[in-house]
T-cell receptor, first 112, second 111 residues
Framework: DVKVTQSSRYLVKRTGEKVFLECVQDMDHENMFWYRQDPGLGLRLIYFSYDVKMKEKGDIPEGYSVSREKKERFSLILESASTNQTSMYLC???????????FGEGSWLTVV | SQQGEEDPQALSIQEGENATMNCSYKTSINNLQWYRQNSGRGLVHLILIRSNEREKHSGRLRVTLDTSKKSSSLLITASRAADTASYFCATDENTGNQFYFGTGTSLTVIP
């Protein structure tokens, strides 16, 4: 079975902290994505990666960075967390462009 | 960026009834997908329909695509309480690299 694993389900961080959200997929997929989901706004793409060490900005990259050192792992980094980054973060992967996207269970981040 | 828009935002039906939700989008697409999300969980893929297809079925699900109207519909027949979830459509731009999601339809099936 396809599996996308997000390392933390729930996190509480303080304003200004550096936050790492980790995601691992076991399907040898080329593409990986980070989305943010907020009520009434749907899913918004933060960053995506189509290959190791490659990244592309999505719609809302400000305040975030990403790292993809290995094909199976895609990390989202909040350099200096702010309260407006309190949200649910969803990692996803797909085998190639235009194909089914597989999601992790989500990480609920609260910044206080 | 392009984004699918689902309609209605919320839908409440009795168990056994059919549920229909719609998705409209703005520009040309290669593919459109429907996903389901149970409360507080990740999204689960339901169906992918390509731009040259008009209809697809999967179990109790039927998806139609009208590229001339830039719209799609998801029909769930003989609904069950377990179908209670949010449903999202996702559309790609012609590059196919990214999928953009709408804000979803919240479906409640009353037992």
């Amino acid at each position: 079975d396809v599996k996308v694993t997000q390392s933390s389900r729930y996190l509480v961080k303080r304003t200004g902290e550096k936050v790492f959200l980790e995601c691992v997929q076991d399907m040898d997929h080329e593409n990986m994505f980070w989305y943010r989901q907020d009520p009434g706004l749907g899913l918004r793409l933060i960053y995506f990666s189509y290959d190791v060490k490659m990244k592309e900005k999505g719609d809302i990259p400000e305040g975030y960075s990403v790292s993809r050192e290995k094909k199976e792992r895609f990390s989202l980094i909040l350099e200096s967390a702010s309260t407006n980054q309190t949200s649910m973060y969803l990692c996803a992967s797909s085998p190639f462009s235009g194909n089914t996207i597989y999601f992790g269970e989500g990480s609920w981040l609260t910044v206080v | 960026s392009q984004q699918g828009e689902e309609d209605p935002q919320a839908l409440s039906i009795q168990e056994g009834e059919n549920a229909t939700m719609n998705c409209s989008y703005k520009t040309s697409i290669n593919n459109l997908q429907w996903y389901r999300q149970n409360s507080g969980r990740g999204l689960v893929h339901l169906i992918l329909i390509r731009s040259n297809e008009r209809e697809k079925h999967s179990g109790r699900l039927r998806v139609t695509l009208d590229t001339s109207k830039k719209s799609s519909s998801l029909l769930i027949t003989a609904s069950r309480a377990a179908d209670t979830a949010s449903y999202f459509c996702a559309t790609d731009e012609n590059t196919g690299n990214q999928f953009y999601f709408g804000t979803g339809t919240s479906l409640t099936v009353i037992p």
